[in-house]
């Protein structure tokens, strides 16, 4: 083991589709158990940053205009689970996104005495969701955000906040993308699903309720898996 400090800390990982909310429960998880997100996005930014021997790797397949591999992935992360921060566990965002990731992420947490805790599905209604994410608009001079359906200013077409009158809506919330991307989502995850359920890992969770009931259930499973 190289000398390193082997921990039984739980790692946990939320599945589901953009607009679910994984972002907002990982925070507040965060917040109540002291857990640590770990983006892979923001892994591999630190790791380049940093000029670790995996980060130089990185950077060079980045700079080549290259999807950067699962070892290296892997790479970065065994370097982050062994910082002293994570000791008290971890939620992972954005990996594994393929059962062959899970089955390299396995590997990992075996060298540390760790496994899976939890895989939660934070599960959504397609329909509901596209109407939720094509819905939303800002406004363009202080971003506020209002809703067509949710939450509209008191004056069409004028922010209640600051008064602007130009209003503006991101490119990938149209309702044909964000189907789309509900769509890709499935399509990737489902074995992933079937993975974790298979090792007694998965929970499922309504992801279309309250963000304190959602926040209530995970935090559950949290206690659970912590014991």
Do not use: N, W
């Amino acid at each position: 083991m190289d000398g390193q400090t082997v921990t039984a800390a739980p790692v946990l990982i939320l599945l589901g589709p953009p607009g679910a909310g994984k972002g907002t429960q990982a925070r507040m998880l965060e917040e109540e158990f002291g857990l640590v997100q770990l983006s892979t996005g923001d892994l591999l930014r630190a790791a380049v940053a940093q000029g670790t021997e995996a980060g130089k790797k990185a950077r060079a397949v980045m700079e080549a205009g290259e999807l950067v591999s699962d070892e290296i992935v892997i790479a970065i992360l065994r370097d982050r689970l062994a910082e002293p921060d994570c000791a008290r566990g971890v939620i992972l965002d954005g990996f594994p996104r393929t059962t062959v990731q899970a089955q390299a992420l396995d590997a990992l947490l075996a060298e540390r005495d760790q496994r899976i805790d939890a895989a939660v599905s934070l599960e959504v209604d397609d329909a509901a969701m596209v109407t939720r994410i094509s819905g939303r608009y800002t406004c363009a001079a202080c971003g506020e955000g209002y809703h067509d359906a949710f939450k509209q200013p008191a004056t069409a077409g004028t922010c209640d906040k600051c008064g602007g009158t130009e209003m503006t809506r991101r490119a990938d919330d149209k309702a044909e993308t964000v189907a789309s991307r509900l769509e890709a989502y499935h399509a990737q995850t489902a074995p992933l699903i079937g993975y974790y359920d298979k090792t007694g890992a998965l929970a499922r969770i309504d992801a279309m309720g309250a963000i304190d009931d959602i926040a209530a259930e995970l935090g559950a499973i949290v206690k659970r898996v912590t014991g």
